[in-house]
């Protein structure tokens, strides 16, 4: 860029030149034009002297007038700080990089790929030191010092593909689903469980290298009753949740089990699980994509329960048997015979959405909600009467059953917070 400024001769000049208050007149040159005409400007002003404010309008004139980067001004300003002068510091135009490995090396890369049939490049560059090193084959010099980003970047180039190319074709999977993804529909029966799992927290060391796990839980409820159980096991491992799994869905609920939903966690949807529940005749349905309400009941429940129980804490998986006791013997009973529910009642409006009306009278715990079912007694499985379970109902008051439920919830948070304390 050639600049003609005769009247440019102090800094006010510069000042109103960049604020445009002034006209000049522009016709581009060459870099090496612009880079003389730095350099003279630094020289007429005397920049390494100037003060701050009178550097920064120095290199705004600049700026302007070449039409270089404020970061490119800035190089060559440096560049006369420390020489006096601005010079053009690019290597030669269009000289190409020296090439360390040759088209030959490529070409045999992609030989020693075939033989070995594709390995992996740490494998390839192992070979490779071993053929030039042990076997004394001098085809491999440069190939033995190889680094592996290296080597799969040649692996790119179209020299190699050319030479090493490895077609497959796409192969059929059929491969059978475990669970179908739907919605269960209880249709007003109970039995149709959804099932969810729950972390009580993970533990550092002091260190903060080691993280040890807590319990889980396994929290089912029914969809119908919202008749609940909450089980502790230390791992979500088939050795612990097989076992569990097969106790509540025989023995825990007093009704018959017909269905089981879960969310897509592998510690369900395995072979094992499907085994199970074939045997035990019980429908297997696992959540949608993009429908978060399909297990929300259960969900609802990890917050509204088992949180408000056990906390956010981390509580080790040794106490997961005495969590066990406490959620079998204690806090069962108390939810399933002693803390109310909300049933809603489904309707139709007139745009024919359904809306979810929660009313007082419908207000019920679990037992009271399966009492009030037509044909209840028919839904129990054997060895189960509604007789026992009003035994059972009547046993304790509710405010007795909440009290006893705080009793012992902090007998088995004892021992829990001394080993803490005494871990830390």
Not at 48 to 70: C, E, F, I, V
Not at 275 to 304: M, P
Not at 337 to 350: L, Q, V
Not at 398 to 414: H, I, P, T
Request: aromatic share 8%.
């Amino acid at each position: 860029m050639k600049l003609t400024t005769p009247r440019v001769r102090t800094l006010q000049d510069l000042r109103d030149f960049t604020a445009g208050n002034d006209a000049f007149d522009l016709e581009p040159v060459s870099r090496c034009d612009a880079y003389r005409f730095i350099e003279a400007t630094c020289k007429q002003f005397d920049y390494p002297h100037l003060g701050k404010a009178d550097k920064g309008a120095l290199k705004a004139y600049l700026g302007k007038a070449t039409g270089l980067s404020r970061a490119q001004l800035t190089r060559l300003i440096k560049q006369y700080r420390e020489t006096r002068a601005v010079r053009d510091r690019r290597g030669t135009p269009g000289k190409p990089y020296q090439r360390h490995y040759t088209p030959e090396d490529v070409a045999l890369l992609a030989e020693t790929d075939r033989l070995h049939e594709n390995l992996s490049g740490p494998a390839i560059r192992r070979i490779c030191q071993r053929q030039h090193q042990e076997f004394g084959d001098e085809r491999y010099q440069r190939l033995a010092s190889i680094s592996v980003g290296h080597l799969y970047r040649l692996r790119k180039t179209p020299a190699y593909r050319r030479q090493n190319r490895r077609f497959q074709s796409t192969q059929s999977v059929q491969a059978p689903t475990i669970g179908e993804r739907r919605r269960p529909q209880p249709d007003g029966r109970p039995g149709f469980l959804r099932i969810d799992t729950v972390h009580q927290g993970d533990l550092r060391d002091l260190g903060g290298c080691e993280t040890v796990k807590g319990v889980y839980y396994l929290n089912v409820v029914d969809a119908v009753t919202q008749w609940e159980s909450v089980v502790a096991v230390p791992a979500l491992t088939r050795q612990f949740v097989q076992p569990v799994l097969r106790l509540v869905l025989v023995q825990t609920f007093p009704f018959e089990v017909l269905g089981l939903h879960a969310d897509n966690g592998s510690e369900f949807v395995n072979r094992a699980t499907e085994a199970l529940l074939r045997e035990l005749e019980v429908e297997f349905t696992r959540s949608r994509a993009r429908h978060s309400n399909d297990n929300g009941l259960v969900e609802s429940k990890n917050a509204s329960v088992v949180r408000k129980q056990f906390g956010y804490g981390h509580i080790p998986v040794g106490f997961h048997e005495d969590l066990n006791g406490f959620t079998a013997g204690v806090l069962a009973e108390h939810l399933n015979f002693h803390r109310p529910c909300w049933f809603p009642r489904e309707a139709i409006d007139g745009k024919g959405r359904i809306v979810r009306r929660y009313r007082a009278q419908d207000l019920m715990t679990p037992y009271e909600k399966l009492r009030s079912l037509p044909n209840a007694a028919s839904f129990l499985r054997p060895g189960v009467t509604l007789e026992q379970l009003e035994v059972q109902a009547r046993r304790l008051s509710d405010n007795d059953s909440a009290a006893r439920l705080l009793r012992e919830r902090k007998k088995l948070f004892g021992p829990i917070f001394a080993s803490l304390a005494s871990a830390a």
